[in-house]
């Protein structure tokens, strides 16, 4: 091989090498688009392991060596161990009585930070990156948070249009911001009374009677068209923010928004390239919501009974 020809090799093989390691994610990553497939180091077989033991004595009530062997086909001296380390961490108890393994109450500690909107956020997460990927604007996520909606997802690192670092754990006001109204005008109507009156009783909020008529106009206004905008007397002036909300049946789980630079459309494309696809995906994650908590009850109601 000549030096020429080496060199060419050498410079196609470096812009490879540079293309796949660009392709991949770390896991830790804060770019969003992880490959499950594709991890920063392979998985420890250990530990899979004990997750498979783990969950075959979960799923047996009391689970024999030879039962969770024919569920996970690890090897027996393998599960031995593997219980051994389990009892000794406090997750699995010997019950001599029964002649098996069961799980204890530390159990519940895995999944202790795992309520109901941690579910909603894994749910919602494909949904907004795709949301962001399709239309270049940052992602919002929000819940209800007292008197405020509180934003736990946000995908501004993955998109080019962001226009602040981040938003993450701020607190959008009911009355201006687009997820609060979006909330007020789509939860049912005794919470949203009941916010009124909170607001009516504050009185630094300044909210009389001719402010909850407006308010209310400004509701049938956002449930006549389907989404809520920002107030534009808020800053940041040169952005406009809308939100629709993520629902179950009559129930409000989240609240999802999408900001854009005001230079960015036309009034009369907003409709098309950025109304109807937020509509679209706050719907999807409610329906794939509904799927995930319904089979969520359903192995909650096919458990092992007990035997006496």
């Known amino acids: 091989m000549t030096e020429a020809s080496a060199l060419t090799h050498s410079v196609a093989d470096g812009a490879w090498q540079g293309a796949e390691a660009r392709s991949r994610c770390r896991t830790n990553s804060r770019r969003g688009f992880t490959d499950p497939e594709q991890r920063s180091y392979a998985p420890v077989d250990s530990v899979g392991r004990a997750f498979k033991v783990l969950r075959a004595v979960n799923k047996r009530g009391i689970a024999s060596v030879n039962e969770i062997y024919e569920e996970t086909r690890v090897p027996k001296s393998t599960i031995v161990r593997m219980l051994e380390t389990l009892m000794h961490e406090g997750y699995v108890a010997r019950d001599n009585m029964c002649g098996g393994y069961h799980v204890t109450c530390r159990t519940h500690e895995l999944t202790a930070g795992r309520d109901g909107i941690a579910q909603m956020i894994e749910v919602a997460r494909p949904h907004a990156l795709e949301l962001t990927a399709t239309t270049k604007c940052p992602i919002g996520i929000g819940v209800l948070d007292g008197d405020a909606i509180a934003v736990r997802y946000w995908t501004g690192a993955v998109s080019p249009l962001a226009h602040t670092n981040t938003v993450l754990g701020q607190r ?128 909650a109601t096919t458990g092992v009974e007990p035997g006496f």
């Open 172 to 299: 959008a006001d009911l009355l201006h911001s687009a997820m609060g109204r979006a909330f007020m005008a789509f939860c049912p109507p005794e919470q949203m009374r009941a916010h009124v009156a909170r607001m009516r009783a504050t009185p630094e909020l300044q909210f009389g009677a001719a402010e909850e008529r407006r308010l209310h106009a400004l509701l049938a206004g956002i449930r006549k068209d389907g989404y809520a905008m920002r107030d534009p007397a808020t800053k940041p002036f040169c952005t406009i923010t809308l939100a629709t909300a993520i629902k179950i049946g009559d129930a409000v789980h989240g609240l999802m928004s999408i900001s854009l630079f005001k230079s960015a459309i036309e009034r009369r494309d907003l409709a098309e390239k950025i109304v109807g696809p937020l509509q679209q995906t706050t719907a999807a994650i409610g329906r794939a919501l509904a799927l995930v908590r319904d089979d969520g009850r359903a192995r």
